[in-house]
């Protein structure tokens, strides 16, 4: 059973900072690229940032370049994404996507399988508000 469980969303002022964790199982983490989109309220789905599945690559939406940084720790089948600088647009729910809509988004998997199939998460709503 493929598991893909976001954490780490919460509400914060602007200019303050979130963790978001995005822990996974039930398919080979190491294979797979892994990004990270967003949805604000009547909006759509937008990337946010991807890891391929080396760590070697990264790729970052423009709004949050310079702000954002993705990780990847594979012994512990889980991605990360350091939030800082928050924005009252950054306000969204998170979503973490390992997988093709990774690898259409920029970050790609080390095998053909890792780039066709997709898991989503449930996401986790992150607030930026005075």
């Known amino acids: 059973q493929v598991l893909v469980v976001e954490s780490g969303g919460g509400s914060v002022q602007p200019g303050g900072s979130l963790r978001l964790s995005c822990l996974t199982s039930?398919?080979?983490?190491?294979?797979?690229?892994i990004a990270w989109f967003r949805q604000a309220p009547g909006k759509e789905r937008e990337g946010v940032s991807c890891i391929n599945w080396s760590g070697s690559n990264t790729k970052y939406a423009d709004s949050v370049k310079g702000r954002f940084a993705i990780s990847r720790d594979n012994a512990k089948s889980t991605v990360y994404l350091q939030m800082n600088s928050l924005k009252p647009e950054d306000a969204a729910v998170y979503y973490c996507?390992?997988?093709?809509?990774?690898?259409?988004?920029?970050?790609?998997?080390?095998?053909?399988?890792?780039?066709?199939?997709?898991?989503w998460g449930k996401g986790t709503l992150v607030s930026v508000s005075e």
């Open positions: 996507a390992p997988g093709g809509a990774a690898a259409k988004w920029g970050c790609r998997g080390r095998t053909s399988d890792s780039n066709a199939m997709n898991y």
């Open positions: 039930g398919f080979p983490f190491e294979y797979y690229s």
